[in-house]
């Protein structure tokens, strides 16, 4: 699904030239789930970026589903992040004055799926997510976990086939962040390909490949256990 | 997708209603103020363009030889014979006025009567509601709702009698054949009651002959085949110069001129002995633009501060959306709509603020009479459609197409700190104080220029005095007994032209120079009535029968052009080229008209009631009403038949003051708008950079920063950059108010520093204000809730 040659991501400070990410090689095969682990400032947040398509990288090749990536426009790179991607934040980022139903439903907006669809669709997520009660409600008034659940539902809405996650359990207390891991490994199951950036071995443990990032190079990569698509969706 | 946009700026918007609501108010206002410039310019520029022959029809002024000015009046047979001689020419028609009495056998008064020909109505454009015009027959007349409506009411005018001339002895009954409506107030003839031509008199009360060259008439028009034979007809028309020349020659003509109709309302103002009307003030159009246009900047200014500030925490909202799908297009479209929603909703505070003004704002002046209406008013849709967009732009712009291109993975790690206290948001600050300053030395200069009017020493006295108009000698020995009859009346004078009813000018000749100057016959005691002071020599002696016919004086302007380099006094004028007088004072100048009109060279002579055209009465303030009234019963008793037409001196003066308080009265309501709106854009700035500096604030206190560091601290580059304003909008302030009262009146207070001292004051104190709360809550704030924030 992913493949990335001799990827770079170099910024400028002065007279000198910052290397974030350096030489990094790496295939992520679909159906994978990925945990990105590492000091910080070790590049780990740049690269999940640039696979998402928010950044650019300064050199290297970037592959997603055989298309040469680096070398595609702005607005086909915007379409197969549209199509394909769904993010979830640390943060949350919610859309502060729209409620958890409207919240949901916008990515759906950007994708013109008709009215009726939507309705449903959205229905649906909501049910499964257990949020129907809140769909009304704007995301101050919610926890950090329920906001957190409603960022994840916002994330696959649209069925992405790769979801990115930077740090989603970073501001919630461990019985919240269980959940949310949970939900991960159910979404997996199901067949998405997800990459997460996370400190937490915990939630690392979900994962069935483990890499480390150090000074933006690539200095572990485990196979922990076999990945959903290796053994199968239920 | 446009519901969920909805939603957002609606929800986004009512966070911030107060915010939002001043700023909708102000846009609003300055909307309503530039469909009131633009209307008041459509006004005046289609000034007379409502005839439908207009193109065809020029107005005939006679340039005068001796000083070369254009002239109103043109002799009489020029018409007929342009007419029946000039190729180019289809026809011709005269157009001629008196003020003169008229009345309906119980109410009368002056009017002013138009003589004119039947047509008059094919020429132009001015609708007939009932009746018929028989202006062929001398005995009919046709009149104006407003006129019909003052003599006959509600009951139907058409088959009444009107008498014009009751107080003479050719008074003439005409029958009203037909009922006409009202001039438009953008038309230059104006009348009220029209008649045959046959029924003109002169001043001496002669029946008028229009084949007297001599006899000037007061408007003369040519109906031309061919609009581009103007030039061509006007050398024609040199013809008749000699035979004019000749018969008139103490009123000898250099050349005739054509004004088309179209457009000469805007020259009547260059124009003397002018008896049509004028386009408006150029102030009153350009004063009104430059307004219009500063306020709309003002409110522009802070309409892009507020969505600057805003969409500063709308960053959070646009990487959203970027991240889950929303194209950059997509982005410029949602904020543009938003900005022009807002703007609609302003253009609606505009338009309903513009429809409740305009009734008061036509109140105000005369001259103006403005209606917003849209329905085949297509050059009015597109101005407001123009408006709407540019205010739509200036507002969402910079939002829209600079914000939507931020990178989200910036957004998000808190890269982008955008909180509009920019140089770009300074300088909009600085010049929105500027405005705000222009306005308020605007508004003061005006106030003391009211105070002059009021209290200044104008030359005489004008506290107690009062006058009313008499036709003849006999009625002002009557009504000079009455007065005096009165125990409250202290002193009576009569006057041929009195202060105020402008005087007439006529040549002087002296020192083998001709001057033209203001001629003011004055009775006994008039300049001590009216407190006219004397500079030098001596005043008229009432005992010496030769004053009146020797003696003359001069006023301060006349010595000042004409005699600098001597004394003025014995020196001998000649008044109509054959009256030798000798000067003998020199008096004080005096306001002879109103404050527009300019201090002109003046001689008094001495006259004898015979000459008589006011009788002028004395008393207390307080008495004046007390002594009209007993004077008003005693006229109704002996000259029913004539108008009591009466004056309080103030009256003269009041169309000044009125104009300065209408100008007043507008630029304070600028200049409070501009200050709210700026203060509100001081407020959010000010209250943006404690925000973004409220960590770096509370750390300064915990390390011991008097609270005096910390508001200069937060607001001292604000701070120079609105006295930066101050100081410019100031100066350009004083150079405004200055033209503006130089373009409205002769005489006036003239513009010191004083206004932009007190206009500064204004703004720093309100300045002041405005900040110290964001300031107080940044002293006060407990630190630990600022520092665990992060």
């Known amino acids: 699904m992913i493949k990335l040659i001799d990827l770079e991501k170099s910024v400028r400070t002065g007279l000198n030239r910052a290397w974030i990410l350096n030489q990094v090689n790496l295939e992520i095969k679909a159906g994978e789930f990925v945990t990105i682990m590492g000091p910080s400032g070790a590049g780990k947040t740049t690269l999940l970026n640039i696979i998402g398509m928010l950044e650019s990288p300064t050199g290297g090749e970037y592959h997603f589903l055989d298309e040469p990536v680096h070398r595609l426009n702005e607005r086909k790179r915007h379409d197969i992040h549209k199509q394909y991607m769904g993010f979830v934040f640390q943060a949350y980022h919610l859309i502060d004055d729209l409620t958890v139903y409207e919240n949901i439903e916008t990515p759906l907006l950007y994708r013109n799926v008709k009215g009726k669809d939507r309705k449903s669709i959205v229905a649906d997520i909501l049910d499964r997510f257990s949020i129907v009660a809140k769909k009304d409600l704007f995301p101050d008034q919610l926890s950090g976990g329920q906001q957190q659940l409603v960022g994840v539902a916002r994330a696959v809405i649209h069925k992405p086939r790769l979801l990115l996650a930077d740090e989603p359990t970073g501001n919630l207390h461990s019985k919240q962040g269980e959940e949310i891991m949970e939900l991960f490994r159910e979404l997996n199951e199901e067949g998405v390909t997800i990459i997460q950036v996370t400190h937490s071995e915990k939630n690392a443990e979900y994962g069935s490949r483990i890499i480390e990032i150090v000074d933006g190079n690539i200095r572990t990569d485990e196979q922990v256990r076999k990945s959903a698509s290796v053994y199968g969706t239920k | ?790």
């Open chain 2, 1 to 790: 997708m446009l519901q969920n946009y909805f939603k957002v700026a609606y929800r986004h918007f009512w966070k911030h209603k107060v915010h939002l609501l001043i700023n909708v108010l102000g846009l609003g206002i300055a909307l309503a103020s530039c469909v009131i410039a633009y209307l008041s310019w459509k006004f005046d520029h289609d000034f007379d363009h409502f005839h439908t022959r207009g193109e065809q029809i020029f107005r005939v002024v006679s340039i005068k030889k001796d000083n070369l000015q254009a002239f109103g009046v043109c002799p009489a047979p020029l018409a007929a014979a342009a007419k029946a001689e000039v190729s180019g020419v289809q026809d011709a028609l005269i157009l001629e006025f008196r003020n003169a009495v008229i009345s309906n056998g119980k109410d009368t008064d002056r009017e002013r009567i138009s003589f004119t020909e039947n047509a008059f109505f094919e020429w132009f454009d001015f609708p007939l509601l009932s009746g018929q015009i028989r202006l062929d027959d001398a005995a009919t007349a046709v009149i104006s709702e407003a006129l019909a409506i003052k003599y006959f009411g509600t009951s139907d005018p058409v088959g009444q009698i009107l008498t014009i001339y009751p107080d003479q002895p050719f008074q003439k009954q005409l029958l009203i054949t037909g009922l006409l409506k009202d001039t438009p107030v953008n038309s230059s003839i104006q009348y009220e009651l029209l008649t045959s031509v046959e029924n003109m008199y002169n001043r001496d009360n002669a029946q008028v002959n229009l084949k007297d060259w001599t006899y000037l008439t007061d408007a003369t028009f040519l109906m031309l085949k061919n609009p581009e034979d103007q030039e061509r007809v006007s050398r024609y028309l040199e013809a008749y110069l000699p035979v004019q020349n000749q018969m008139h020659s103490d009123w000898q003509i250099e050349k005739f001129a054509l004004q088309p109709l179209n457009t000469m309302a805007h020259h009547a103002d260059d124009l003397r002995w002018n008896a049509l009307g004028q386009s408006l003030p150029p102030s009153m159009v350009w004063g009104m633009t430059l307004m219009g246009i500063l306020l709309l900047l003002t409110a522009s200014l802070n309409f892009t501060n507020m969505s600057i500030s805003l969409s500063g925490r709308r960053l959070k909202e646009i990487g959203v959306r970027k991240v889950i799908g929303g194209s950059r297009k997509q982005l410029i479209w949602q904020l543009l709509m938003e900005g022009l929603l807002i703007s609609l909703i302003a253009l609606g505070v505009g338009l309903l603020f513009t429809d409740w003004l305009l009734p008061r704002y036509n109140q105000m002046w005369t001259f103006v009479d403005l209606h917003l209406v849209f329905t085949q008013n297509l050059p009015l849709v597109a101005f407001l459609i123009a408006v709407l967009l540019t205010t739509t732009f200036i507002a969402a712009a910079y939002p829209a197409f600079y914000i939507s291109g931020f990178n989200p993975t910036g957004i998000f790690r808190g890269k982008v700190k955008f909180a509009g206290a920019n140089l770009f948001s300074k300088i909009l600050l600085g010049a929105q104080v500027g405005i705000s300053t222009i306005a308020l030395v605007a508004g003061f200069a005006f106030t003391r220029n009211a105070e002059f009017q009021k209290n200044a020493d104008i030359g005489f006295q004008r506290e107690g005095i009062q006058a009313i108009r008499i036709p003849d000698e006999q009625t002002f020995r009557v009504m000079e007994a009455n007065a005096r009859q009165h125990p409250q009346v202290q002193a009576v004078a009569g006057v041929r032209f009195h202060i105020g009813d402008s005087a007439p000018r006529i040549e002087v000749k002296f020192k083998d120079k001709k001057q033209e100057v203001e001629f003011m016959p004055v009775g006994e005691n008039y300049l001590e009535v009216m407190d006219i002071q004397l500079l030098s020599g001596r005043s008229f002696d009432y005992q010496l029968s030769t004053d009146f016919t020797e003696s003359i004086l001069i006023n301060e302007k006349f010595a000042d052009l004409y005699f600098q380099d001597g004394d003025p006094l014995g020196q001998q004028l000649t008044l109509f080229d054959t009256l030798r007088y000798n000067v003998v004072g020199v008096v004080k100048n005096f306001i002879q008209d109103n404050f527009h009109d300019p201090i002109r060279p003046l001689v008094l002579t001495l006259t004898k009631p015979d000459r008589f055209g006011y009788l002028v009465i004395k008393t207390q303030s307080a008495d004046m009403l007390e002594v009209r009234d007993h004077l008003s019963v005693a006229w109704k008793k002996d000259f029913a038949q004539m108008p009591f037409e009466h004056y309080f001196q103030d009256d003269f003066l009041a169309s000044s003051l009125k104009t300065n308080t209408n100008i007043q009265y507008i630029f304070s309501v600028f200049a409070l708008i501009a200050l709210l709106l700026s203060m509100t854009g001081l407020n959010s700035l000010v209250s943006l950079n404690l925000l973004k500096r409220l960590k770096e604030v509370t750390i300064r206190r915990i390390l011991g920063a008097r609270p005096s560091q910390i508001a200069y601290l937060l607001s001292a580059h604000f701070l120079i950059v609105a006295f930066i304003g101050l100081a410019v909008g100031g100066l350009i302030g004083l150079k405004l108010s200055e033209m503006l009262l130089n373009s409205i009146y002769q005489v006036h207070v003239g513009v010191t520093y004083f206004s932009l001292l007190v206009a500064g004051i204004v703004v720093v104190i309100v300045a002041f204000l405005t900040i110290s709360r964001s300031i107080v809550q940044a002293i006060t704030a407990n630190p630990s809730d600022a520092l665990n924030n992060d």
